[in-house]
Structure formats: structure tokens, C-alpha cells
């Protein structure tokens, strides 16, 4: 009777330290893996579907098990919704601990300067923030434009080219005002000081959207204004290759990766062709940046009518069309 009694304490032992064991493997880490995972939980998502979700992405061994340390540690109502940034170096606790914290996973994307609306469409369908077709939407949402008074029926030139963090999952249409409103805390006066010009904030994202598309690497945008400002009060057409461009982009209802524009297309009858049409064309071509935002405020004061790309990242400016033929003929013909 010792002999089976002894016995029952040992098997007893080696089950509960088996089960120890067992159970510490299924809450430790799936693999020494660093790379980042974003988990998502949706709005309303019930424990029982996050666990099953953990596991199917291999970040967890088993959600049945994740479900039981869940009601005992009492998470298994306090799994917040949101964007997380995991990865299978933490074990079910850290996981668990994570989801209750609210800490949502921060992500980087950049706006360049130059992109028109199509552009940066295709940029952060690829990032995975939005899709394409749901961004171009909310670009032209009539509440939007209606907010941020903006005359046009899309919102180009309005997002702000920078860097930004946010919070990864927000809805297209938060991502959208977001850039927006980065334009104005960049430029708080901006629209007083657009009246000091005698102009409008879509008058003047017009302006330094051009300036933008046509500006050198080396180039002073100021110049670039300031020629195209003194054709405006000789009621000179801009002709402007880019505004062209963007006429073609809006035909074709996405943007040209590589245009290549031929006589014909300058010819072409629409209210962004600039060699056809007086004035500004209908409104940006695309995101300005701080500098050329700060050429269409403060152009310099200058009698230049032209210009042509010397070759060496700017422009050389002309007052007269023979300077200009020169110019032309120097840079481009190279006589």
C-alpha cells in the first residue's frame, strides 16, 4: 500500500510538472522573431475572435489557451480596438498586456512635393493606409471642400507635402483633413496674407503649384513667381508645360508617370491648358512645398516676362522675347 501511494505522489508530480511545462510552452514566445506585425481589432471585436486572429497570424500557439489567461486576468473585456504593433518575440502575456494598453502602432509616410492628388492615391494604396479608389473619393467629398472653403471640386493642393506620423488605421477621410490642416498650421496667415497680393488662398496654391512643378533644383521660386505674375497683368498666357500635363492627367482620370507632351497636346481645348487660356488656370496641379508657397506670397519684384532651363538645376530669365530667343538658343539649340 507505501509502495502504491509513493507511486500516486510521483505520477502526481510528474503530470502537474508536465502540465507546468506544457502550459509555460503555450504562453512563451512563438519564435525570436523581431519583425514588426500590425494586429488590428476592430470596433466591437469579442475576445474569442482576436484570440482565433492571434493565432491564424502565428503569434500566439493556441486561442483556446489565450481565451482561459484572458478571463483570469481579466483582459478579455479590456482588449482596446485599434492598430497594435506586435511580434513573436512577445509571449501570449506581453500580447495580452499590449492589446489592454491603447498604445496604437505609429507609422511614417511622406508626402513629396510636386504630387498631384493621383499620385499620392497610388503612394498610400501601395503604404497600405487606404485604397486608391476610396482616397480619390474623400478628394472630392463636398463636406471637405465645403470645410475648408476650398472653390474647386477636389482638394489638389490643399495636402501638405511633409512627413507624417499617425496612427495606422484611421479612416481615409481623418488622413485627408490631417494633411490639410497641416497646410494651415505651416501657414497660419495664410490667407491674409494671399489679400496683401490682392489674391485668394486658391489663387495663390495655383500660383505656387506651377512654381512647384517648374522650379530647378538650384532655382529661386521667387523668379519663377515673379515671371508669372508679370504675364498675369499683361493678360500674357502663362503657357506652362505642367498645367498642360495636369489637363492630360484629368482626361485620363489618373496621373502620367512619364508625360511627353507633343504640339498637339498643346493645343488641346481645356481649362488647365495654359498655352490656349489667359489667366490662372481653375485651380493647383498639385502639392506645393513651403517654398514655393513662399514665392506665390512674396514673388520677387522683377520685370522678367520668360525663362528657360539652363541646364545647371535653373532657369535663365529674360525681359524681352530676343533675350528669350537667345536664351533659347543658347541653353536649349545650344548655337
Known amino acids: ?34 519583425e514588426k506585425v500590425y494586429f488590428e481589432i476592430k470596433q466591437g471585436e469579442g475576445a474569442s475572435s482576436i484570440a482565433k486572429k492571434l493565432e491564424l497570424q502565428g503569434l500566439i500557439r493556441n486561442s483556446k489557451i489565450f481565451l482561459v489567461f484572458a478571463k483570469y486576468l481579466k483582459y478579455d473585456r479590456k482588449l482596446l480596438s485599434g492598430y497594435y ?12 498586456k499590449h492589446l489592454n494598453s491603447g498604445k496604437q502602432a505609429m507609422v511614417q509616410f511622406t508626402i513629396a512635393e510636386g504630387k498631384n492628388i ?3 492615391a497610388t503612394y498610400l494604396e501601395a503604404q497600405g493606409f487606404t485604397t486608391k479608389e476610396e482616397f480619390l473619393e474623400v478628394c472630392h467629398d463636398k463636406d471637405i471642400l465645403k470645410k475648408y472653403n476650398i472653390p474647386s471640386d477636389s482638394v489638389e493642393g490643399y495636402i501638405f507635402p511633409s512627413t507624417y506620423y499617425i496612427v495606422k488605421g484611421n479612416p481615409t477621410k481623418t488622413l485627408v483633413t490631417y494633411m490639410i490642416d497641416s497646410l ?49 497683368k499683361i493678360d500674357k498666357r502663362l503657357e506652362a508645360d505642367p498645367t498642360t500635363i495636369y489637363a492630360m492627367t484629368l ?16 493645343r488641346m481645348i481645356h481649362p488647365y491648358n495654359t498655352y490656349k487660356n489667359t489667366g490662372l488656370p481653375p485651380g493647383p496641379i498639385c502639392s506645393s512645398g513651403a517654398r514655393a508657397i513662399e514665392a506665390a506670397l512674396e514673388p520677387a519684384n522683377t520685370d522678367y516676362i520668360f525663362f528657360v532651363a539652363d541646364g545647371t538645376g535653373k532657369h535663365a530669365f529674360s525681359v524681352t522675347y530676343e533675350e528669350h530667343v537667345e536664351n533659347i538658343n543658347r541653353y536649349i539649340l545650344n548655337k
Open 1 to 34: 500500500m507505501k509502495k502504491i501511494l509513493i507511486i500516486l505522489i510521483i505520477f502526481t508530480a510528474i503530470v502537474s510538472a508536465s502540465s507546468v511545462a506544457f502550459i509555460q510552452y503555450m504562453i512563451s514566445p512563438v519564435g525570436g522573431d523581431n
Open 85 to 96: 504593433e506586435v511580434n513573436r518575440s512577445m509571449s501570449m502575456i506581453d500580447i495580452m
Open 118 to 120: 493621383y499620385e499620392i
Open 184 to 232: 494651415y498650421k505651416q501657414f497660419p496667415d495664410l490667407e491674409e496674407r494671399a489679400k496683401k497680393i490682392g489674391r485668394n488662398v486658391h489663387e495663390v496654391l495655383t500660383m505656387a503649384s506651377i512654381v512647384e512643378k517648374e522650379m530647378g533644383p538650384l532655382d529661386d521660386p521667387k523668379l519663377i513667381a515673379s515671371a508669372y505674375y508679370n504675364r498675369l
Open 251 to 266: 482626361v485620363k482620370g489618373d496621373y502620367i508617370e512619364k508625360p511627353n507632351l507633343r504640339y498637339d497636346d498643346l
